[in-house]
């Protein structure tokens, strides 16, 4: 299983839902996430293989669901698709493909508690702060324009008042991500739970045998190799959901 995938996968989450909420420290009236929504979005990269188009959809600041090309590049020729799904009300992430003869399993990764209200930020109270520089109008929608720097240069959002990020991007270049259509109004719950009939794959006690298995080590024992080795086996069958058979 790429580790890889799964973290660009989260990181893309955190990306939206950093640039969309508010944070303490945050500046007056920089916008609150509070929508429910469906926007595609079209993504530039000069990585190879790179999603083009991703879909949000957002049930408030709570549930988030994207839906983007599969990572594995003959797997998306053939038009699958990957779906990573956040909740906030049980911590959890869910990862699971679509398409052509993808697998009918669902991989289950807990996150840490309040995950999404970590993510829900825009920058640490300490560092430089939004500045609302100016509105525009994008997929037909008025939004605010916010600036900030950091370590990787000057960059800007265009968020709705109610926290829709519409785009994003170095400031003067060509924006990383551009929404192409918009729909408000509430979200089917079904969008952000495992679908029905596929086999859940938790690795939630694995990542506990795993720490538990650091902690072994470094006192010098041996590790539940019985459980190490049902936790690998949950492994290869999650590796179905990426293509790497």
């Known amino acids: 299983m790429r ?4 973290a660009g996968a989260a990181a893309l989450a955190a990306f939206f839902v950093c640039a969309q909420s ?12 509070k929508a429910s929504y469906r926007a595609v979005y079209d993504l530039h990269s000069d990585e190879k293989n790179a999603p083009k188009e991703i879909t949000l959809e957002a049930d408030g600041p709570g549930k988030m669901r994207i839906e983007m090309a599969h990572m594995n590049a ?17 911590d959890q992430m869910i990862m699971y493909a679509t398409g052509p003869e993808a697998p009918k399993k669902a991989l289950v990764m807990p996150q840490k508690r309040g995950f999404m209200n970590t993510v829900l930020k825009w920058k640490e109270a300490k560092g ?8 525009d109008k994008v997929a037909g929608l008025s939004c605010e324009v916010w600036q900030t720097d950091d370590a990787g240069g000057r960059q800007q959002a265009c968020i709705t008042s109610d926290g829709i990020l519409l785009r994003a991007g170095k400031a003067g270049e060509e924006p990383e991500i ?15 739970k495992v679908p029905d009939g596929f086999e859940v794959l938790d690795m939630g006690p694995c990542q506990d045998m795993m720490q538990k298995a650091a902690e072994a080590a470094r006192a010098g024992k041996q590790p539940d190799m019985t459980a190490m080795m049902k936790c690998q086996s949950i492994g290869q069958e999650a590796s179905e959901i990426f293509g790497e058979q």
Do not use: Y
């Open 128 to 135: 430089p702060q939004p500045k609302r520089i100016g509105t």
């Open 3 to 6: 580790n890889v995938q799964i």
């Open 74 to 90: 003959k797997r998306a020729k053939a038009g699958s698709k990957l779906i990573s799904v956040f909740d906030a009300s049980n």
């Open 178 to 192: 551009v929404a192409r259509e918009v729909r408000k109004g509430p979200m089917p719950d079904s969008d952000f």
């Open 22 to 33: 508010q944070a303490a420290g945050a500046p007056a009236g920089f916008p609150d996430m």
